[in-house]
């Protein structure tokens, strides 16, 4: 049968199919940026390396500590890797395949079979070496699709290693915050405790002079025990601080010790917008990698859809064979032959069906996961920009009330030098100025962690153009 005759047997055979493809079609709806509320302006470009704005040099080791060896960036590089071979397996498809197959086997031939005097009947050694050739043509798309998905998800992995550098690198500067703040509630605290101390002591001899009763002494008492709780409670928050540092930096217990105390500039200026960047969508590589992998989930329906079809391959072989392998390579022992075979589904049980709506509903999810994506970093944005100005204004009337909390320090300082008081009230005074810095302290360090969580949202220092799996693991 001639080739065209083929083409003409698979079309009618096609026309007769009861195979066809379903007529499900996608059912969530992509969220459009117009109904998002983004702003007009772009968000302002932010340095790779922002977390040095913070002027630690320890900070900055720790943070190429855990870009270089934080077990979650390995397994999501582990991850984009197996992509990576997924997409060459893919295109591999595309592509002819060749193989060479041989086999040489020692057996008796059948008397009353076709094999032919005087092989009939007695052992002989029997050779064969093949090439096979084979080609899928895929005319109806089914390799591109394939290859298109494994492309979108790779690339969507990659975006994963870009997300994954971002929340680790915020990750560490957080937890640096939060050392930093352990540390000086500390401080605070052990002047707290000192305080108190001399408190209950000026207390008790008042007492003793007739000048205070039980009732006071009672209070001083408790007062002490309350503020060896502050300090003990500001040096475990240290450790626990420690202990997360060294484990994104990819340490164990033994790095512990070896942490410093911060010194940290937090009234650093990031450069973070005043509303909703207008370029949100596309600065966030989570949301980059969720349209990636909508992309790839509408390539596998285009696949499931082209598997329908009836399929054309070329195939071919050439080699030698024969009985007796003293023959095995002359020229009658040739063979070799090219042509095409055809494959059409007639009756599947409904195997194709299936994974067209499986490819459909995962088209769903992918839209989905999407919307969901894109509403969580809106969300995530407009929260820290709440926060980081809401703490502003909260900072800016803790201040007043630590300036006059110091004021009242110094006049009662004042008056007991000139002997108009006594040194508790000066001490009592002075209890109001650690709290004062203790409110203080609590709204940098939140303010500092919520502009890194800020920048955070923003996409931080991801750059779109960087999505390639080639360039995007060295952008932070």
């Not at 370029?279 to 989930?297: E, G, H, Q, S």
């Not at 709290?435 to 919520?450: C, E, F, S, T, Y």
Request: with cysteine; charged share 20%.
């Amino acid at each position: 049968m001639k080739f065209s005759r083929l083409i003409l047997l698979v079309a009618a055979l096609t026309a007769a199919s009861c195979v066809l493809p379903p007529k499900d079609a996608p059912r969530e709806t992509v969220l459009a940026d117009a109904a998002l509320g983004l702003g007009t302006a772009a968000a302002p470009q932010i340095p790779d390396r922002w977390w040095q704005a913070f002027g630690d040099a320890q900070l900055d080791r720790l943070v190429e500590q855990t870009l270089a060896h934080n077990p979650q960036l390995a397994l999501a590089m582990a991850r984009l890797r197996a992509a990576q071979a997924q997409t060459d397996a893919a295109r591999a498809g595309r592509l002819p395949s060749f193989a060479l197959d041989a086999t040489e086997t020692r057996q008796r031939f059948s008397a009353r079979d076709i094999v032919p005097p005087p092989y009939g009947g007695h052992w002989y050694w029997r050779g064969d070496i093949l090439a096979d050739f084979s080609w899928d043509l895929d005319l109806w798309g089914e390799q591109a699709a394939s290859i298109a998905q494994a492309g979108d998800e790779q690339r969507a992995a990659a975006l994963d290693v870009a997300a994954a550098r971002l929340a680790l690198a915020g990750a560490l500067a957080q937890a640096y915050v939060e050392l930093d703040l352990g540390a000086k509630l500390a401080d605070i605290a052990a002047r707290a405790e000192q305080q108190r101390g001399e408190i209950l002591a000026i207390t008790r001899k008042r007492l003793a002079a007739g000048l205070d009763t039980r009732v006071e002494l009672r209070e001083a008492e408790a007062a002490l025990p309350q503020a060896r709780l502050a300090r003990l409670q500001a040096q475990a928050a240290q450790d626990l601080a420690r202990h997360q540092l060294a484990a994104l930096s990819g340490q164990g217990a033994s790095a512990y010790a070896a942490i410093e105390t911060p010194h940290l500039a937090l009234d650093t200026a990031l450069p973070l917008p005043p509303d909703l960047p207008a370029d949100l969508l596309a600065r966030r590589p989570d949301v980059i990698a969720a349209r990636l992998r909508l992309a790839a989930a509408d390539a596998g329906r285009q696949a499931a859809q082209a598997a329908f079809y009836p399929s054309i391959n070329l195939a071919g072989f050439a080699g030698w064979g024969s009985i007796g392998l003293d023959q095995l390579f002359k020229a009658p022992s040739a063979m070799y032959g090219l042509g095409p075979s055809v494959h059409l589904p007639i009756f599947d049980a409904g195997k194709l069906k299936a994974r067209y709506r499986g490819a459909v509903a995962g088209i769903d999810a992918a839209a989905a996961d999407y919307n969901r994506t894109v509403l969580h970093a809106v969300q995530q944005v407009a929260d820290q920009l709440t926060r980081v100005q809401s703490l502003a204004h909260q900072l800016a009337e803790q201040q007043q009330a630590l300036d006059a909390a110091e004021d009242a320090y110094r006049l009662a300082k004042e008056r007991y030098q000139a002997g108009l008081t006594n040194y508790l009230t000066v001490l009592n005074a002075e209890t109001q100025v650690l709290a004062a810095r203790r409110g203080r302290v609590q709204l940098v360090a939140d303010q500092a962690v919520a502009r890194v969580s800020l920048l955070l949202a923003l996409g931080g220092s991801f750059h779109p153009e960087a999505a390639d799996a080639a360039t995007v693991a060295s952008a932070p």
